[in-house]
């Protein structure tokens, strides 16, 4: 892994936030003795970020393992993710070590770091890779989205025509992103969520707008049929 000294994590030594010396003995043994050589210096300092390295990194591994068939990455970019993971993880778990209160195990603690960091560089990675731009190739595969037969192909093109106007027409800047995103080119809602800097239920919000908007222009233009009882 190499060095990991505290300049080279661009921080000068006495800055890292320490535990209390006398915190430690009130931890189980195990966590105690993360808080300490996180809070050393030197030799055992480096030791104790080594072991903690590698133990992020085998979190982060899984967790991407996990993922992956959700996310369609694989090969060495994996790997790529989860180094950095657990690089940017042990960088913040050694500025904060002093907040750590012994409330759980301090590994358990720990890995939320990463697990959080895995999270976010899946969703970095997947709009550096991913399709951004709309074009009419994405708006073609709608009908398959839809569920659409074959033998409907005409029908689904002339419906996805028309939702296509209508998204244009009818929703904000907003509620289009988050249709097209998540109808269109499948972008997993959590990746979204992160993209977004929102939540799940934020999200849920705006699709179900989005989607009543474009029923009721699209009922309204003669394309679906009034839902019973609803009123446009």
Known sequence: MGSLTRHEQGEPARETAAAPADA??????????????????????????????????????????RRRSRYGFDGPEVDDLAHQAAADALLAITRKVGDFRG??????????????????????HFWRTGRAELDGEDWDRLPDRLGADPADSSAARALAA??????????????????????LDAVPLDTLVLELGTSRNA????????RRRLRD??????????IPGRRS
């Open 162 to 183: 028309a939702v296509r106007a209508a998204a244009d027409q009818v929703l904000t800047r907003h509620q289009r992103r988050v249709f097209v995103s998540l109808v």
């Open 103 to 124: 409330e759980s195990r301090f590994t358990t603690w720990a890995y939320r770091f990463v697990v959080l960091e895995v999270s976010a560089k899946i969703g970095r």
């Open 203 to 210: 999200v849920y919000k705006t699709m179900f707008d989005a």
């Open 24 to 65: 430690a003995h009130a931890f189980d043994p195990v966590s105690a003795s993360w808080v300490r050589g996180l809070s050393s210096a030197g030799a055992a300092y480096e030791q104790t970020c080594t072991r903690l390295h590698g133990e992020l990194l085998r979190i982060a591994r899984r967790e991407l393992a």
């Open 217 to 226: 222009h699209l009922v309204a233009q003669g394309y679906l049929d009034e």
